[in-house]
Nanobody
Framework: QVQLVESGGGLVQPGGSLRLSCAAS????????MAWYRQAPGKEHELVAR???????TYADSGKGRFTISRDNAKNTVYLQMNNLKTEDTAVYYC?????????????WGQGTQVTVSS
């Protein structure tokens, strides 16, 4: 089992910045990638950014050049730095961990953190 706790959401004006954090605990040795997803009202769940154990990163087009995903292995924490935020970035952001345990793949989710971009 992997537990994920997110923090860092809030209200910010357009053009502002936020940094989301996701702290992992439990069977962290089984995690092979971590990611941030988001879901806005009336829209589908979508990938925002992903980072593998090797440090390889993937970004959705919507966040390229504005969002940066990083991980601190010593703290078992993954971050999402979001700059130049837009109103369309408003959503609940969820942390995800992809784990492989005894040959079976699992996906774990945090509780979500609200990001609201509004003037």
């Amino acid at each position: 089992q992997v537990q994920l706790v997110e923090s860092g959401g809030g209200l910010v004006q357009p053009g502002g910045s936020l940094r989301l954090s996701c702290a992992a605990s439990g069977s962290i040795f089984s995690i092979n990638a971590m990611a941030w997803y988001r879901q806005a009202p009336g829209k589908e769940h979508e990938l925002v950014a992903r980072v593998t154990n090797s440090g390889s990163t993937t970004y959705a087009d919507s966040g390229k050049g504005r969002f940066t995903i990083s991980r601190d292995n010593a703290k078992n924490t993954v971050y999402l730095q979001m700059n130049n935020l837009k109103t369309e970035d408003t959503a609940v952001y969820y942390c995800n961990a992809a784990a492989l345990i005894r040959g079976v793949s699992y996906g774990y989710w945090g509780q979500g953190t609200q990001v609201t971009v509004s003037s």
